[in-house]
């Protein structure tokens, strides 16, 4: 029972240790240091609205980055709000790096261009190529 108790306990600290990925997206920095300002969840959800008009995030999402950021110590909160909302967002408008904006015009653009990217293989397979050699060879005669 001593070795089959002494694999387990190898194995579990090979567990323990395991490498936890985190996902980041373009609005975390700015969500983070909102929260970091004593905002509520849903407040930082419409100053990440008034930097990113386009994005889905709301509240519930900048919540579920609250507790992730608090269960990795990564954050604390102040009690009160340290400037009002007005202020906050136009001091997010600076926050945001241009990487973050770059990757946000990519995924809200994303959506469009694809679109427009069916429309031309519509476009370009409604185009028979053998009506212009056909055309080319009457042409000649």
């Known amino acids: 029972m001593g070795f089959l108790s002494t694999a387990l306990k190898k194995e579990y600290e090979i567990m323990k240790t395991k490498i936890i990925r985190r996902k980041h997206t373009y609005w975390h920095q700015l969500a983070k240091a909102m929260l970091q300002f004593g905002f509520k969840p849903t407040v930082v959800g419409h100053i990440i609205k008034d930097v990113f008009p386009e994005t889905e995030i709301n509240g519930r999402h900048v919540g579920a980055y609250k507790r992730r950021l608090i269960k990795d110590d990564e954050l604390i909160v102040p009690d009160k709000p340290t400037m009002n909302r ?56």
């Open 86 to 141: 007005n202020e906050a967002s136009q001091l997010a408008q600076g926050l945001v790096s241009t990487e973050d904006m770059f990757i946000y015009q990519c995924v809200v653009g994303s959506a469009k261009r694809s679109l427009k990217c069916f429309e031309f293989k519509f476009k370009a397979e409604d185009h028979d190529i053998l009506e212009d050699v056909n055309k080319w060879i009457t042409d000649i005669q």
